[in-house]
């Protein structure tokens, strides 16, 4: 008579199934950080945004450190480039609004070398002032914190408006 031990074999394949799921999660660890929306470098965007539709820059000119990378759209700037072409919208348009944004900031962990991102989404519109057009464009922009200070910014916006309008006469 042949006997089969079924606990011994239901054992092994819960110790089997316990180390592929063991495996699976520690390969799988995600980033990990606290996000919040009423910090103080959240507010230091918004309040940024807020002064750039006035076309006032001394937050810009608090937060950003002097040797700041920006990246608009893939084309590299400096701190002095992207302030005069922020303040040249000024010139091109009128009744500029951000009609919504969203500010977040995530203070990621120990893993992540403890960085500070934080990140904005929002509606921006204008209208031009050679061409009449009223424009509407959504952007995104992350900016990267060291000390207290915007070491890195990257823009992801449509620059046609701001290209028509240049261009017309």
Do not use: C
Not at 49 to 71: P, R
Not at 140 to 167: H, L, Q, R, Y
């Amino acid at each position: 008579m042949l006997l089969i031990n079924h606990k011994s074999i239901k054992m092994k394949n819960l110790f089997t199934l316990l180390f592929l799921l063991t495996l699976t999660f520690s390969f799988s660890q995600g980033t990990t950080g606290k996000t919040t929306t009423d910090d103080k470098y959240s507010k230091a965007i918004k309040a940024y945004m807020n002064e750039y539709l006035q076309n006032k820059f001394d937050t810009y000119e608090e937060i950003h450190a002097e040797d700041a990378v920006f990246d608009l759209n893939g084309i590299e700037a400096n701190k002095s480039t992207v302030k005069k072409g922020w303040s040249s919208h000024h010139k091109i348009y009128s009744n500029i609004k951000l009609e919504w944004m969203f500010v977040e900031t995530t203070v990621y962990d120990e893993n992540n070398n403890n960085m500070v991102w934080s990140h904005i989404w929002g509606g921006w519109s204008a209208k031009g002032n050679k061409t009449k057009r009223n424009w509407s464009n959504p952007f995104n922009a992350s900016f990267k914190w060291v000390d207290g200070k915007i070491v890195m910014e990257n823009w992801i916006f449509d620059p046609t408006s701001d290209i028509t309008e240049a261009a017309a006469k």
